[in-house]
Nanobody
Framework: VQLQASGGGLVQPGGSLRLSCVVS????????TGWFRQAPGKEREEVSC????????YYGDSVKGRFTIARDNVKNTVYLQMNSLKPEDTAVYYC???????????????WGQGTLVTVSS
């Protein structure tokens, strides 16, 4: 199982970024896949997740209305569109695969190397 995240970078407050996560060794329509982030000195925070079978979506309270998760079953890729970025969104973003098909009730079992998002003027 491999997950390769990309798309991070430096962006000004209010700007946008789109993260991509190309996965291999499994298919995104068999396992829930999502994003979590880790900022220095802070606990890991789940940002968003999409369930595999019914496509139900979870968003953390801090990103609701600003971030959108999507997946492409053909490309076996999961995306995170991040709009209206704030300095507090600065973190390393990881994409991960859950141990089951739904976002709720399952832990992340695999994740990639992460991509750094910095929101600063």
């Amino acid at each position: 199982v491999q997950l390769q995240a990309s798309g991070g970078g430096l962006v000004q407050p209010g700007g946008s970024l789109r993260l991509s996560c190309v996965v291999s060794g499994f298919t995104v329509d068999d396992y829930a896949t999502g994003w979590f982030r880790q900022a220095p000195g802070k606990e890991r925070e789940e940002v968003s997740c999409i369930s595999s079978r019914d496509g139900t979506i979870y968003y953390g309270d801090s990103v609701k209305g600003r971030f959108t998760i999507a997946r492409d079953n053909v490309k076996n890729t999961v995306y995170l569109q991040m709009n209206s970025l704030k300095p507090e969104d600065t973190a390393v973003y990881y994409c991960g695969r859950k141990s089951g098909s739904r976002c709720w009730g399952y832990e992340y079992r695999y994740w990639g190397q992460g991509t750094l998002v910095t929101v600063s003027s």
